[in-house]
């Protein structure tokens, strides 16, 4: 999880760019943020995205004077925390007032009322794993195709994992899809562009990461680039929503902290 604080607005609006994770943002702030879907639609307050979303490039938030708890749920743990899965999401957002009702109102007072973004943290992580205490376990299984295709940064063949499980392909399909929402070759592509772009963002040559990331050729990555963000694997480098997840989403070689973007900032 991350803390976000945007003091001034965001101009032009902050392009999402698709995630392998389910999206929580919990918002405290003196004013909600908005998100635009990209089909014209526009959703207010804390919200709920499915991996994936923002593919196409289309969809923008918006906001002023907005503070909020972002966090990255593993699709595989997601649906119990949430009491929705992935699958009911299908890379699309709800409103957590759908999802938890009078519960989300009362977090955003909580959360407001809570000083210091440590103690928010700890807030929300007590939260969550109340959440998941409640709920019926993860399968298994599908817990583990999850897994070796983000450990293998989805160079990883759907025929091997439904071998190695004993399934068919159609059965691994169909299960996956159900506790992930998205399909086993769908999410091994989204897994591949998220390292890809990574690598984009932090200077490596395109050529090198086409070669590395299991693309046919720089082409190749570039298509699929702009399918998931709709612009070009060059203009992509300056887009904040990837820029700041050095900071936001730390490695071990980045201490966490939280992101306040400058408000003359434009995306």
């Known amino acids: ?6 003091p001034g607005p965001l101009f032009g609006g902050l392009r999402v760019v698709p995630h392998p994770s389910v999206m929580l943002i919990l918002e405290f702030g003196a004013s909600s943020p908005t998100v635009e879907d990209g089909a014209g639609r526009r959703h207010r307050g804390s919200l709920v995205a499915g991996p994936g979303f923002g593919s196409g490039g289309g969809v923008r938030a918006w906001g002023e004077h907005v503070e909020c708890v972002q966090v990255r749920l593993s ?12 699958a009911d999401l299908a890379g699309s957002v709800v409103s957590l007032d759908d999802l938890w009702g009078r519960e989300a109102s009362r977090i955003r007072e909580q959360l407001g009322e809570i000083l210091s973004w440590e103690d928010r943290f700890a807030f929300t992580d007590a939260l969550l794993a109340r959440r998941l205490e409640a709920r019926s376990p993860v399968d298994p299984a599908v817990a583990w195709a999850w897994n070796r295709i983000v450990v293998g940064r989805g160079l990883v063949r759907v025929d091997r994992l439904a071998a190695e499980l004993g399934w068919t392909r159609k059965r691994l399909w169909s299960r996956f899809h159900s506790h992930i929402g998205i399909p086993p070759k769908s999410a091994a592509k989204l897994v591949r562009f998220d390292h890809a772009v990574h690598r984009l963002v932090a200077g490596e040559s395109a050529a090198q990461v086409a070669a590395d990331g299991g693309y046919f050729d720089q082409s190749h990555l570039h298509r699929d680039v702009m399918a998931f963000t709709g612009t070009t694997p060059a203009t992509v480098l300056g887009e904040p929503f990837l820029t700041v997840d050095d900071r936001a989403w730390p490695t071990a070689e980045h201490p966490p902290r939280t ?3 400058r408000p003359s900032a434009r995306s």
Not at 1 to 6: D, S
Not at 75 to 86: C, F, I, R, T
Request: no cysteine; charged share 5%; proline share 14%.
């Open 1 to 6: 999880m991350a803390g976000f604080r945007v």
């Open 75 to 86: 699709p595989v743990v997601a649906g119990a925390v949430l009491g929705a899965g992935p």
């Open 259 to 261: 992101y306040v973007p």
